[in-house]
DNA sequence: ACAATTATTGAACGTTGTTTAAAAATAAAG
DNA sequence: CTTTATTTTTAAACAACGTTCAATAATTGT
């Protein structure tokens, strides 16, 4: 077949197939990403695919590895031990909460998988994804402050970031599946959130 | 006249089509289940299947319904109203805890589905997953008991319930897909988990 | 025993992810 | 500029998937 394609770097047509992607993922999902829909979008016929990436799962991976790297790249601006350890925390949390509200299918996906592989580049141990992710690991960090400062009831600070973390994990995903949830409701549910998680946190004078 | 045994014979094909789902399950996850390997487990041809059930959607429906139900079921026996409130929360999520980490597949798709039909069963109205399955409504009553007793700190019951359970959920979710986590450690995220929730959960007496 | 009903099959359709030999387009070499 | 080597792209095929449907086998009602 007489073709007039002009030619394009490699990396150009890599970006072309990971936009592709994510305009169908932002139309369907991941559920309704399929390659012939990526070749589709950009004219191309579905081997191409397999020049620019080992499978789809690669492509999967990176779109969801940048959204995730978006996500984390929302809280980085949080400034490190300037404010009170409740305040860095729920700077941090509302931050991270409202950035992954607006890629709610990368989120779901980069944490709920179980690929190893996908998760490498957030757990700096390979003792187990829970243990030891950045936010987690930062989020330990501050909870030691503040029970050094004796502001915190003593406790483990790695585990209580843990559960910490899940729990706000989990209020996240609940919203992203809930879906429509609206805005002012979000709010009230991120406010007690925090109420109950800091009172808990919190040492008590009696 | 032989209709009851017709009507035994069609719900001994249904048990077994779901039987083999449930071994597929078992083995490879929803992920990896296909009528086709229902059918060539239980020595049918794959069309067999449309004759019990509308579709696949409906065989991973009632196996995950049942899921449910099981891990519902093993809260049942926890009494009401005869212990202290956090006595009968921590007794109630600890055993759907475990009953969830028996039935992990099961849990993680009815939990994770945003198909209502699958809710439909759980969720007594219509506005929103989260705002009233029936463990939800239960944990709402409870913590209603413990601030009018005094014991809980002044708070909206249901928001609070929602927060408690998102949570709890958040961790069960993270043990399921983290996977392979030891008992010990199992046992010492949930003690820390109950910790700092009663903790944020007491009134204090300042 | 015959007719009516129901259960089951086998083949087909349109998907999907992925592989591979061939073709086309480009770069390098003479 | 032509020829060769290399890289990019395609078309076709494979196996597996969910699902449908006409045809067949089995069972039931009369």
């Given at each position: 077949m007489g073709r007039k394609r002009q030619f394009l770097k490699q990396e150009e047509i890599k970006a072309n197939i990971l936009n592709a992607a994510r305009k169908v993922v932002a139309e369907e999902g991941f559920q309704g990403l399929s390659i012939r829909k990526i070749t589709r979008l950009i004219d191309y016929s579905p081997g191409i695919v397999y020049h620019y990436f080992r499978d789809k799962e690669e492509i999967i991976e990176a779109i969801v590895n940048e959204g995730y790297e978006r996500i984390l790249a929302s809280i980085a601006s949080v400034p490190r031990n300037e404010t009170q350890p409740e305040t860095e925390i729920k700077e941090v949390f509302t931050k991270y909460l409202k950035a992954a509200l607006k890629a709610p299918e990368e989120y779901k996906t980069f944490l709920l998988s179980e690929n190893p592989s996908i998760l490498a580049k957030t757990?700096?141990?390979?003792?187990?994804?829970?243990?030891?992710?950045r936010t987690l690991q930062a989020l330990g960090e501050v909870i030691q402050r503040g029970v050094e400062l004796g502001?915190?009831?003593?406790?483990d600070p790695e585990l209580t970031a843990q559960i910490i973390w899940t729990s706000v994990f989990g209020l996240i995903i609940k919203i992203i599946i809930e879906g429509n949830i609206p805005e002012e409701q979000i709010e009230r549910l991120v406010e007690q959130e925090f109420k109950l998680l800091f009172n808990g946190l919190l040492a008590r004078k009696e």
């Open positions: 757990s700096l141990l390979t003792k187990g994804i829970m243990q030891r992710s502001k915190f009831t003593p406790c």
